[in-house]
């Protein structure tokens, strides 16, 4: 105020002069200098509202470009201001890095403080627990293939139909819901899941209502705290969490009973995420059983389904690769039933799954952390605190990393498993520097193990039971938008009823 007052006495181009002063040195104090600082504004422009939309537009293409210059820059994205990091230079370095905080990140990009936000958090505002919940979820998998087919079996069946005709489907949407069905049996169980009020109420909450967050980034981060409020998409949210509460309580207390009814008759029930999140949440931290059981579904339904879509895009123009893939399932469940094995046993399988992410994984940055304290990197690249960094991805396209890095080739990483010293990156649940699609470091995905095994047996049953094949006006197979890569919920396929060799 007192500059204010100050500045009102002064002649007119001191002022200015002061102003100018000022902005320079916010932004000298805001960006350090070692780093520099990618101005997307143009001309005149004083706010970055259109810069934001050029960048939605082709934001991709300028950070690659841009990376080819700079190792490290700042740069407004459409969803903020982000630290870009390189990947091939930084990835190693940042992986297990505890300054950095993914946990942060999303509570400021994805409003995760904010009421009918919380799920996004991927389960992380409860820290660590998230992490001891999806590795008991990885330890019950050998325990629940056979249920993973049974599910999937059924809502297959559902919704693409015995219908032996070829008939066009869009394809995102409905593996969203088949991957809905699989995850809530061994998630919460049958009972719930199988309800098509849940089920309608999950599929939106974490499909299109997702998209209350783009709408809350177009207004400034002051505003946030009141607008949300206001709303309608923010309001349809927190209905819609509120939907899946009065949904999910009756089913936690009749679990809470059951298990108790259980203990004392000595009883050793399959337990799921429902019990782990309990039995978490019981050794001290305060939780909220139904954002946190939301969170996994959030974590699981838009990936898995984005990533069965894409692999399906990229075989199913290859009727050799459908055949050989279908084959290897056939060899699999004859020699091992729904089991473990079978997992391991579909190796053309995981290879195809993994090339399709190093080509078209879900963002061009990732490893998003929040800096939780001003640090350098070993070359000096100065990390300063509060400002979200994520890392490029781009090497996974390299020739030198990859030869011929644009083809589509579904057993590069099947011969991968061939090199000795490099077997144990070329399984598709495996992180590394070369091949981010699950991120990589102490925040890499842990539910990466359940996720791959239930796509694998997914597309197994889709494999056997149908044939497919492309529509004859394509819309294109993905859209993009900004740093994001998500498979089109609007392309169709062509599916038909075939006679299966083998019962599934
Ligand atoms: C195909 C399916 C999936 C894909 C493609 C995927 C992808 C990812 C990626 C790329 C990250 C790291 C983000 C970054 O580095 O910026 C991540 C983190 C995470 N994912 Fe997944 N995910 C999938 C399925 C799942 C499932 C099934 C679960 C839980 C059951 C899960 C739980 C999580 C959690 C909790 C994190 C945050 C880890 C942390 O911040 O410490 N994901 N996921």
């Known amino acids: 105020m007192a500059i204010l007052e100050f500045m009102d006495h002064l002649p007119p181009s001191a002022s200015w002069a002061i102003a100018a002063l000022f902005l320079v040195l916010w932004k000298y104090l805001s960006f350090p200098t070692e780093i520099p600082v990618i101005e997307t504004r143009k001309g005149a422009e004083v706010s970055y509202a259109k810069a934001k939309q050029r960048f ?62 919380e799920p ?5 505002r409860h820290g660590r627990i998230t992490h001891d919940i999806v590795a008991r979820l990885t330890r019950t998998i050998p325990a629940v293939v056979q249920p993973i087919a049974e599910e999937a079996s ?140 939301i969170a996994f579904f959030f974590a699981t339904i838009p990936t898995a389904s984005d990533l069965l879509t894409k692999v399906i895009f990229d075989i199913v123009s290859r009727p050799d690769l459908v055949a050989e893939l279908r084959q290897e399932v056939i060899g699999a469940v004859e020699s091992h039933g729904w ?32 800096a939780t304290e001003t ?5 000096g690249t100065v990390i300063p605190k509060g400002k979200i960094v994520g890392v490029t991805i781009h090497h996974m396209w390299d020739a030198e990393l990859y030869p011929e890095p644009k083809k589509y080739d579904p057993y590069r990483f099947l011969r991968m498993k061939e090199n000795p010293g490099q077997e144990h990156k070329a399984h598709a649940v495996a992180t590394s520097v070369e091949h981010m699609g699950f991120g990589h470091g102490n925040a890499a995905c842990p539910g990466r193990f359940f996720a791959v095994a239930a796509v694998k047996v997914i597309l ?11 529509v004859e006006s394509e819309m294109p197979r993905t859209l993009s938008a900004g740093i994001s890569c998500i498979a089109n919920p609007m392309a169709q396929l062509m599916v038909r009823r075939r006679e299966e060799e083998i019962a599934l």
């Open 375 to 379: 640090f350098a990197l070993k070359d």
């Open 460 to 470: 197994s049953h889709i494999l056997v039971r149908y044939e497919i094949k492309s």
């Open 56 to 117: 939605t537009a082709g934001g991709a293409s300028l950070i690659r470009f841009t990376e080819a210059k700079f190792k490290a820059f700042f740069i407004i994205t459409d969803l903020g201001e982000r630290l870009i990091l390189s990947g091939q230079r930084y990835a190693h370095e940042l992986r297990n890095e505890t300054r950095l905080d993914s946990g942060l990140f999303l509570e400021k990009d994805l409003y995760t403080t904010l009421p009918g936000f």
């Open 154 to 293: 059924l809502s297959i069946r559902e919704v693409w139909t015995d219908e032996k005709e070829w008939h066009a489907i869009n394809i995102q949407p409905s593996l969203a819901r088949i991957i809905a069905s699989v995850a809530g049996r061994i998630y919460i169980g049958e009972e719930l899941s199988r309800n098509p009020r849940w089920l309608d109420a999950i599929l939106s909450y974490t499909g299109k209502d997702v998209l209350a967050i783009y709408v809350l980034k177009k207004w400034p981060e002051w505003t946030i705290p009141l607008v949300h409020w206001l709303l309608p998409s923010c309001r349809n949210l927190r209905r819609r969490q509120q939907e899946l509460r009065q949904l999910l309580l009756p089913v936690i207390a009749q679990r809470r009973e059951q298990r108790a009814r259980q203990a004392s008759n000595k009883e050793k029930p399959q337990l799921d995420i429902l019990d782990f999140i309990e039995e978490s949440a019981h050794r001290g931290e305060a939780y909220d059983p139904v954002i946190s059981t």
């Open 120 to 124: 996004f958090s991927n389960g992380r």
């Open 339 to 370: 089991s473990r094995n079978t997992i391991h046993s579909l190796k053309r399988m995981d290879s195809a799954i993994k090339e399709t992410q190093r080509l078209q994984p879900v963002s061009s940055i990732l490893m998003r952390r929040l």
